[in-house]
């Protein structure tokens, strides 16, 4: 299926690792020019040229803090005549509520919850005054299921679910489409950290954590190409009549009993 995305421009952010570089890398093979948004300069750059030699399109780098408005004002400006954002930056710290406190809970905000409001708020006044435009946000299943454990990352997933549905309910008045993707465990750097800390809780093992992964379905954690996959077609006109809308991709296991 053509996705119609050809010669369309993307800005990823959180794209040098995991499933913001996969969802830079797909809709870059769909025909995108992209621009790549995280603190890593040279894991940017990187990244950049294998892009543009793979798939031959453009690929911008942008090595930026995000939880900085002045930078995220800054990288809309630079970025203002983007036609998809794909807010990704961003990972919220584990912890029951009498292990995180306010620095802690405060800075993983910064990046995931109010870096995807600035830059969303930044860029959608571009995109109103085109008429066009879609934003999609790559948030998390621990907003549907919450879990004590991860207090601050339900929080703040709860929260941009609630955003993504409320502004991609009225976004198409101004042509532009808004939504959101959560992805379940997927098989990244990240996962592997927070995986091997509840195998240590749980198993006395850091090293034990692929264990924690053989009731998912398939007995398996996702692909960051699976969630990229997913997310290229909410950003192409195939999907032109979905807005508000999360979809969730994590294989069905947040409908399972147990999230392990």
Not at 193 to 216: M, Q, V, Y
Not at 238 to 244: C, E, H, L, N, T
Request: hydrophobic fraction near 40%.
């Amino acid at each position: 299926m053509d996705l119609h995305l050809a010669g369309k421009t993307a800005l990823v952010t959180g794209s040098s690792r995991g499933i913001g570089l996969a969802i830079a890398r797909q809709l870059a093979e769909e025909g995108c020019h992209v621009h790549l948004a995280a603190r890593s300069k040279d894991k940017l750059e990187h990244e950049a040229e294998r892009i543009g030699k793979e798939f031959s399109v453009q690929a911008a780098v942008h090595p930026c803090d995000l939880t900085k408005l002045i930078n995220i004002q800054a990288l809309a400006r630079e970025c203002r005549g983007v036609d998809i954002l794909v807010n990704n930056a961003g990972a919220v710290p584990g912890g029951r509520i009498d292990e995180l406190d306010d620095a802690r809970w405060r800075e993983g905000w910064e990046l995931k919850v109010f870096g995807y409001i600035n830059m969303t708020r930044e860029l959608y006044a571009f995109m109103k005054e085109r008429g066009n435009g879609v934003i999609i946000h790559v948030i998390g299943v621990g907003g549907e299921r919450p879990e004590a454990n991860y207090v601050a990352g339900a929080t703040s997933n709860a929260g941009l679910m609630a955003f993504s549905r409320a502004l991609g309910g009225r976004s198409t008045d101004d042509g532009l489409r808004v939504l959101a993707v959560n992805p379940g465990w997927i098989a990244t750097e990240r996962m592997v950290t927070i995986l091997s800390a509840t195998a240590e809780r749980e198993l006395g093992d850091p090293k034990r954590w692929p264990e924690l992964l053989k009731s998912l379905p398939w007995g398996r954690a996702g692909k960051p190409e699976e969630v990229a996959n997913v997310v290229a077609f909410m950003a192409s006109d195939r999907a032109s009549y979905v807005s508000g809308t999360v979809v969730t991709v994590d294989g069905g296991s947040t409908l399972r009993n147990s999230i392990f």
